[in-house]
């Protein structure tokens, strides 16, 4: 792999890690806000106007952002019947093939999301709530994440084709015991 | 090109790359929206666009995310091994009784948290080698822990029935207190075959022994029971009586867990951050399918391929109930090959019109879903249960014990299925019960 190639691929992975890892501990931001928001309003009869809303905006970047460094993870569940059926030569034509598809899915939710974004920016949209937050920084998850995952393709991509030997996986990870 | 032409060739294209491997929610999303562009109608991208912007902000799917970190702190917290013990003491000495006491601890977990591998990969390593040391047949042994524990996919809460609801539109809370009878049937049926079989084919366990535990111990040891028991009253509770959502419910949830893991000096920055980690692997994985299975579901019905199937099956003049069983088999048979959140994303929105216009509840169908899902879980060679169960197996002991062990279970549950199907009664009447619902 040039050089180059090779600092591209590690910077977005680490890029994408940091930014799991950011959104993993959202968490616990989402669970304290939603357990104040129960308790005052269950035991005080006192509910904020902000606790679920704030919990709810959190949600969307909280699941897109996770997505890119899972595709490196291969995380992203699949069928491997085939794949582990047929001899590991055809992994590197399968991954060659998959990875322009994620690319184009992200092309075009990105082409298609992007003005919306920053129609809701401009207008600097909130979400006419009782609270009434600003909602156009939420817009943006969008376009960001796919960006995103889109370049972890492409690391991906080029992984395998400078024969990378991690970038192929025979045995797939177990799935997460969570679900 | 005419609309079945395109839905035709979009299939195709589905299955073929499907088989590559490419992760299911990018199958769905990167051709769907390949057709969409090239084929059908651009500006449908943008309705997409707008969907995922609703999903982003769903009360209802932010109770994924919340039951997923409850069971995994949960998990790490100790309880589990708890109940456990306090089961040992209670079934050790009754024949059967250990694969009897993994049941029902397996339905009390199902009822605190919502997902199957937290129950199965927990009752693989505590269960497993105590019933194999008491020389339990290691094929009645694995089957008991992989079948007991996809009862958390039909016992409240759960995060598959919650992905129906969302998807099929009904609701939630309905959904989720419909699950409670089926899945005590299925319980009562895997207890009565465990306890029936040990006393039917001898040498399938043994003949119930160790030393006797005084009573006062095993007294002492239902302690244990006592958080699992607020727990699941706090959620189930609300839930039932309309007190809180589901989602709110969820994050008490996870306060509670948080609880029992202080109060056993578990709640450690590794274990949290461990299990947040956990948590967004999955619920990420699910979101981007449901994504992808979005632009799928738009592209399917804005062709009018909902249409032509409906026309299709009122030209067929057969028995709703034959349609109901052709539906179920396809379940069954995608639960063999497909994960499941792709198999009730890509096949609601497909069924659920049909059963609508056959005049079949859909909480009803919800739960008959669910249970042939739970047989996707279970089936050989792909159920997440298998996988578990795998990693805590001893090293005497190879996947085809575990494949054969399930059979008695899977038919079951054609029972359990059969059952809830001739008697939706069973199904019906804790939903109606309920309060606002």
């Avoid at chain 1, 156009?136 to 370049?151: E, G, Q, R």
């Amino acid at each position: 792999m040039p050089a180059a190639i090779g600092f591209f691929v590690r910077s977005i992975t680490a890029l994408n890690r940091l930014l799991f890892r950011f959104a993993a501990a959202v968490m616990f931001v989402i669970v304290p806000v939603m357990l104040y928001e129960v308790v005052s309003r269950y035991l005080f009869d006192a509910p904020t106007t902000w606790g679920m809303e704030l919990a709810t905006l959190l949600f969307g970047p909280y699941f897109l952002l996770g997505g890119p460094y899972l595709l490196h993870l291969r995380g992203h569940v699949n069928l491997d019947i085939v794949r582990r059926a047929l001899p590991a030569r055809w992994d590197r034509a399968f991954e060659l093939a998959n990875q322009p598809i994620i690319i184009f899915f992200c092309g075009v939710l990105l082409y298609y999301s992007w003005p919306l974004a920053m129609q809701a920016w401009e207008f600097r949209e909130t979400s006419f709530s009782a609270w009434n937050p600003p909602v156009w920084p939420i817009k943006f998850a969008i376009p960001v994440s796919v960006i995103l995952l889109a370049t972890q393709s492409l690391a991906e991509f080029l992984r395998v084709l400078y024969g990378d030997p991690a970038a192929i996986v025979r045995e797939a990870p177990p799935p997460p015991t969570a679900t | 090109m005419s609309p079945t032409a395109i839905l035709v060739l979009m299939f195709g294209g589905l299955t073929l790359f499907m088989l590559t491997g490419l992760p299911i929610a990018f199958v769905l999303g990167g051709l769907s929206l390949l057709f969409t562009v090239t084929l059908w109608n651009a500006d449908a991208v943008v309705i997409l666009v707008l969907q995922i912007f609703d999903t982003m902000r769903s009360e209802a799917l932010l109770g994924i995310p919340l039951y997923i970190l409850m069971a995994s702190i949960l998990q790490r917290s100790g309880v589990i091994e708890d109940l456990y013990a306090a089961m040992e003491k209670w079934f050790g000495r009754v024949r059967g009784g250990l694969a009897v006491g993994t049941v029902v601890i397996c339905v009390i977990m199902a009822a605190m948290t919502g997902v199957v591998g937290a129950a199965v990969t927990a009752m693989g390593v505590l269960a497993l080698p105590e019933m194999l040391r008491r020389r339990y047949d290691p094929r009645l042994a694995t089957g008991t822990i992989c079948a007991s524990g996809t009862l958390g996919i039909l016992i409240p809460p759960s995060i598959l029935t919650i992905v129906y609801a969302v998807t099929a539109q009904v609701s939630i809370g309905k959904m989720l207190i419909a699950g409670i009878v089926p899945g005590l049937i299925l319980a009562t049926l895997y207890i009565v075959y465990i306890v029936g079989a040990s006393y039917l084919r001898p040498g399938l366990v043994p003949k119930g022994a160790s030393e006797r535990v005084p009573l006062s111990e095993k007294l002492r040891s239902l302690r244990s029971l006592a958080l699992p028991a607020i727990l699941i009253v706090l959620i189930l509770g609300s839930i039932f009586f309309g007190v809180a959502t589901p989602t709110e419910a969820a994050a008490v949830g996870v306060g509670g867990a948080m609880i029992a893991a202080a109060l056993r000096r578990r709640l450690t920055f590794d274990n949290l951050s461990h299990s947040a980690v956990e948590t967004l692997k999955a619920t990420s994985m699910i979101l981007w399918i449901t994504i992808g299975a979005k632009a799928y579901v738009s592209i399917f019905t804005g062709l009018g391929g909902a249409d032509t199937l409906l026309n299709f099956i009122r030209g067929l003049d057969i028995h709703p109930y034959m349609v109901l069983a052709v539906m179920m088999l396809i379940l069954v048979f995608l639960g063999t090959v497909l994960d499941e959140i792709g198999i009730i994303l890509l096949t609601v929105p497909v069924f659920l019109p049909i059963v609508r216009l056959l005049g079949f509840d859909e909480v009803w169908f919800g739960v008959l879903y669910a249970v042939t899902i739970q047989m996707g879980y279970i089936s050989p060679p792909f159920g997440y249960t298998l996988f578990y169960i795998k990693g805590t197996l001893p090293p005497h002991l190879g996947m085809d014990t575990v494949y054969r062990g399930i059979v008695p279970f899977f038919v079951l549950q054609v029972v359990g299925l059969l059952i809830c199907t001739a008697f939706p009664g069973l199904v019906t009447w804790l939903p109606r019960l309920m309060i606002g619902g």
